[in-house]
């Protein structure tokens, strides 16, 4: 039972670090006031670039930073789009996710051609700061970027609540004319904060293609980023409770998975379904209580 | 110095038609990169891909295969997006309807054709619409998000369809994870002997005569249209918005689910796991591109089903890889958006 209960956490944090990393650059570019429906493409891209730039270059690290690149490339795509041409960011959002996951697909032919062997990386090492520790030392068996996505929870408090960077961003997100008339450059801050939120996207994905997995599959992030855009309406728009919300998703994940192994005798589809279902039950007991950012969905435009 | 000031001002008249034409040619620029990338020929590539398939009649009626299912989901998702209820979901409901299509094509074996198709078609109707019930509540009753709601049940389906292949409806002959073949008297008939054209082909255009008429000529149109618009405003002339967007929610599933139906009833003849090459997102793409407008939808469908053809002459005669269609998509899409938009703008010397 300890070891069922210490795997389940372990896994639980593995599970939960690709939507901490998600999760966070969303509610970045929507404080800011834009809805960011290229999120899946995003994830998908970044671990594409992780995995091909690593597995190309020997460098995992370099695959993760190139990921990130061209995460906040596609970030300043959609700020192109929804920021200065104030296009709809549902559409935006969504053409952005189509095109990046094509462009992906098409390069990962190109790059690696039709295979029957799926080509594969040597992933990240799990670290064992406390592996000695009796019981608990599992749990703290985790990928380095499982504990950068957890010290980006306190980071992300301070940089919204306590930063200037924060205030401005919350002011355009709020009420981009006020911003607008105390000085804030509303087209500049909406911008930076799609570029940080698309490089966070991204290494999202690239954690699912270079720890997780060591390889790049279709299927790879197979609605994450859907549930990422869940979780910021659940956890109400705040940095601390994305983290409990993450960790909810993933205990229930992690939960499926270990049931799996048990040798239960019932449908893991049912299984892999309920986080999706879980998170829609949130959504409605969450209801009306949420509060968006009052200028979501809203292009800004100086007349 | 040269100083210049960006103005805006109504595109003049003759760049409203020039605009779609400025974005498909924009679309292949940028797109030849990827062709040049794959050492191809530009050229020779966009040859294969728009002209090659309108060359000879096999071809030809093929692009009208692929645009059978886009006509469908494009009707489905501007028929929401009119009422402003943003129905992402409507792949999960297309699938919806498949599930049905195939689960009716396994019971009505002894059915003859006059009485299985007319039910195989209000059978995947109603799935679609069952399917876009939870969020289409949801969000009339709780004001939740259909946009997250949606895309969610978009990824639930896909695990009740790899549980039912694995499982239940798992082919007792072959083994592979795919249903049983239909029986012969629920597949849709052909309308050309000797190709892939179906029933289906002429129901989408019912869609989109349906559409049509109901959102420009009756008085439920008329207060989707008031509702998509401004929803206070609507609440504000007496019309009940939620009822309202309901309608447009659970039809627009309704019409998906038809595209799926079409799909197991005229082409594959059973359900698989990759029954869908994401029509139901290509059909935002449709919806957007024809500008809501029925008239336009369907010239869009028509596009994008010779993009998708064309993208697969290109992958087998000059080893591009096909996802070059996808990009093609996404990046018209994009193009399109942000050309009819700067058409409002000029650049003017001061």
């Known amino acids: 039972m300890e070891t069922f209960i210490v795997g389940l956490i372990a896994a639980t944090l593995r599970v939960a670090t690709p939507l901490i990393f998600g999760t966070l650059g969303e509610l970045l570019c929507e ?42 490339l596609t970030g300043l795509l959609m700020a192109l789009l929804t920021v200065n041409l104030g296009l709809n960011q549902h559409v ?33 090492p799990k670290l064992a700061p406390l592996g000695n520790l009796p019981i608990l ?25 306590r ?67 869940a979780l910021i309406i659940f956890a109400n728009w705040e940095p601390a409770r994305v983290l409990w919300g993450a960790l909810l998703f993933g205990g229930v994940f992690a939960l499926q998975l270990r049931l799996q192994a048990t040798g239960l005798k019932l449908p893991y589809e049912i299984f892999l379904a309920l986080p999706y279902l879980v998170t829609i039950l949130a959504l409605t007991l969450a209801g009306r209580n949420v509060s968006a950012p009052s200028a979501l969905l809203k292009a800004y435009r100086r007349e | 110095m040269l100083r210049l000031r960006v103005e805006r001002r109504p595109a003049p008249l003759w760049m409203r038609p020039a605009a779609p034409i400025i974005a498909v040619v924009i ?182 005569g349906a559409i049509w008429l109901i959102l420009r000529r009756t008085p439920l149109g008329l207060r989707m249209r008031a509702v998509g618009q401004g929803r206070e405003a609507a609440r504000f002339a007496g019309v009940n918005v939620e009822r309202t967007m309901l309608t447009a929610a659970l039809v627009s599933g309704g019409i998906a689910g038809l595209a799926g139906v079409g799909e197991v009833a005229g082409i594959h003849f059973h359900l698989i796991e990759a029954l869908s090459a994401g029509y139901g997102y290509t059909g935002i793409i449709v919806a957007t591109l024809g500008g809501l407008n029925p008239l336009g939808v369907s010239l869009a469908a028509l596009f ?21 269609g996808n990009v093609v998509e996404a990046a018209l899409l994009l193009v399109t958006l942000s050309v009819l938009i700067l058409q409002n703008y000029r650049v003017r010397r001061v």
């Open chain 2, 304 to 324: 994008i089903g010779l993009i998708e053809t064309g993208a697969q002459n290109v992958s087998q005669t000059l080893n591009v890889p096909i996802y070059l």
């Open chain 1, 31 to 72: 404080r800011s006031g834009i809805l960011n429906l290229g999120i899946e493409g995003t994830m998908f891209l970044g671990a594409f670039v992780g995995f091909t730039v690593a597995s190309t270059s020997g460098s995992l690290w370099l695959g993760f930073l190139a990921a990130v690149l061209s995460g906040v």
């Open chain 1, 92 to 124: 935006s959002g969504l053409g952005i996710t189509l095109l990046m996951t094509g462009l992906s697909l098409f390069s990962f032919r190109l790059v690696f051609g039709e295979r029957s062997i799926q080509p594969s990386i040597e992933p990240f």
């Open chain 2, 27 to 208: 679309t292949f620029l940028l797109t030849a990169i990827l062709v040049v990338l794959a050492r191809a020929n530009p050229f020779q590539a966009y040859y294969y891909f728009l002209l090659k398939p309108l060359s000879n009649q096999v071809s030809a009626i093929e692009v009208l295969v692929k645009s059978t299912p886009l006509l469908l989901t494009g009707a489905s998702v501007t028929f929401a997006f009119a009422a402003g209820y943003w129905n992402i979901g409507a792949e999960g409901q297309l699938l919806a309807g498949a599930i049905a299509a195939a689960g009716l094509g396994m019971v009505l074996k002894d059915v003859p054709p006059g009485l299985a198709l007319p039910l195989m078609i209000l059978g995947g109707f109603t799935a679609g619409l069952l399917w876009a019930l939870i969020p289409a509540l949801l969000k009339v009753r709780l004001a939740v998000d259909e946009v997250v709601t949606t895309l969610l049940m978009n990824t639930v389906i896909l695990f009740l369809i790899s549980f039912l292949l694995n499982g239940v409806w798992r082919d007792p002959v072959s083994g592979w994870p795919q249903s049983p073949t239909i029986a012969a008297s629920t597949m849709f008939p052909k309308l050309i002997p000797r190709s892939r054209l179906h029933l289906g082909f002429l129901i989408a255009w019912a869609s989109i």
């Open chain 1, 137 to 161: 030392g599992p749990i703290f068996e985790q990928y380095a970027l499982t504990y950068i996505a957890l010290a980006l929870v306190p980071l992300f408090w301070w940089l919204m609540y």
């Open chain 1, 163 to 229: 930063s200037n960077f924060g205030l401005q961003m919350r002011a355009a997100g709020e009420n981009p004319e006020a911003a607008d008339a105390a000085g804030v450059n509303v087209f500049r801050v909406r911008t930076l904060a799609l570029a940080l939120g698309g490089g966070l996207m991204a290494a999202g994905g690239a954690f699912l293609s270079e720890a997780q997995l060591g390889s790049f599959i279709f299927g790879i992030i197979s609605g994450r980023g859907w549930v990422c855009i």
